[in-house]
Nanobody, 125 residues
Framework: QVQLVESGGGLVQAGGSLRLSCAAS????????MGWFRQAPEKEREFVAR????????YYANSVKGRFTISRDNAKNTVYLQMNSLKPEDTAVYYC??????????????????WGQGTQVTVSS
């Protein structure tokens, strides 16, 4: 089991920045690739970003590329999502998730084994 706890969400004006954190406990954190997803009201959960277990490769949704940065610190068992130039359409509950080896395409929520409870991000215009 891996337990994930997100923090850092809040209310910010358009153009502002937030940094989300996801603290992991349980099984060896460095064994897992980590992803961030988000879900807006009445919409499906969508992929935002992913980072490999070593941090050597990162992947982003087109909608956030160039504005968001995913990173991880395996010594602290934490993954981060730096969000800059926020837009009202970024408003959603943001979830971090852990993906074990061979779990399928990183783009789909079903490919992730463990999830946090989510943190609300609200961007006002």
């Amino acid at each position: 089991q891996v337990q994930l706890v997100e923090s850092g969400g809040g209310l910010v004006q358009a153009g502002g920045s937030l940094r989300l954190s996801c603290a992991a406990s349980g099984r060896t954190f460095s064994n897992y690739a980590m992803g961030w997803f988000r879900q807006a009201p009445e919409k499906e959960r969508e992929f935002v970003a992913r980072i490999t277990w070593s941090g050597g490769s990162t992947y982003y949704a087109n909608s956030v590329k160039g504005r968001f940065t995913i990173s991880r610190d395996n010594a602290k068992n934490t993954v981060y999502l730096q969000m800059n130039s926020l837009k009202p359409e970024d408003t959603a509950v943001y979830y971090c998730a852990a993906q074990g080896p061979g779990s399928g395409s990183y783009y789909y929520p079903i490919s992730y084994d463990y999830w946090g409870q989510g943190t609300q991000v609200t961007v006002s215009s």
